[in-house]
């Protein structure tokens, strides 16, 4: 069975601080992909990043990084020098080989304080 | 290129009516999700198509709720009669290829309201 555990809820931080967002997954399959989405206030989903379980090297997309680890199951998302519009619900997600099914963590809501 | 596309964007309606909920995926994927989003349950998938074709509908909540993809363009979800706990956010989203590893692609979502 897939699960995705995002065991914070909500967080809230002050605008220019480093925030992380946790995100656990449980999984018996070899192959599988981990996603994060942010959900902005407007209400779409958007893709942010996808890593495969062969490849654990960490990436770094301007402010946004990500950190997994097979060896405790996370893959961690970073915001570094937060700002207002990172302000949104943001999602982890797995999906495992060949299923097409994304299984979705329940979303950690996280708030920018101007 | 037009992302999802998804109608309406809002619907009010009254319990008992039928509901029609539409999606136009992303030209070329072959796989299409039906989502529901609500406070409680979070993100659930409702029903998935793989090349029109129903693959998984193990998410449909009761038999008030069936989904069709009639062609590569198109596909609707169907809730009749509704219900006020219906009420939710309904996502559809499509992407390409076997195996779950490339992102699925969302529209913007109908916020569906049963009174």
């Known amino acids: 069975a897939q699960k995705v555990t995002q065991a914070q809820t909500e967080i809230s931080v002050v605008e220019k601080e480093d925030v992380t967002l946790d995100c656990v997954y449980e999984?018996?399959?070899?192959?599988?992909?981990l996603f994060w989405y942010k959900q902005p206030p407007s209400g779409e989903l958007v893709f942010l990043i996808r890593?495969?379980?062969?490849?654990?090297q960490n990436e770094i997309s301007g402010r946004y990084s990500w950190n997994f680890q097979k060896s405790t199951s996370s893959f961690n998302f970073t915001i570094t020098a937060s700002q207002v519009v990172d302000s949104a619900v943001y999602f982890c997600?797995?999906?495992?080989?060949?299923?097409?099914?994304?299984?979705f963590g329940t979303g950690t809501s996280l708030t920018v304080i101007p | 290129d037009a992302g999802v596309i998804q109608s309406p964007r809002h619907e009010v309606t009254e319990m008992g009516q039928e509901v029609t909920l539409r999606c136009k995926p992303i030209?070329?994927?072959?796989?299409l999700f039906w989502y529901r989003q609500t406070m409680m349950r979070g993100l659930e998938l409702l029903i998935y198509?793989?090349?029109?074709?129903?693959?998984?509908d193990s998410g449909m909540p009761e038999d008030r709720f069936s989904a069709k993809m009639p062609n590569a363009s198109f596909s609707t979800l169907k809730i009749q009669p509704s219900e006020p706990r219906d009420s939710a956010v309904y996502f559809c989203?499509?992407?390409f290829g076997r195996g779950g590893h490339n992102e699925q692609f969302f529209g913007p979502g109908t916020r569906l309201t049963v009174l």
């Open positions: 989203a499509s992407s």
């Open positions: 999984t018996r399959d070899t192959t599988y992909y």
């Open positions: 890593r495969n379980s062969f490849d654990e």
């Open positions: 997600a797995l999906s495992a080989w060949p299923g097409n099914q994304f299984y």
């Open positions: 030209s070329g994927h072959d796989y």
């Open positions: 198509f793989n090349n029109n074709v129903p693959i998984d």
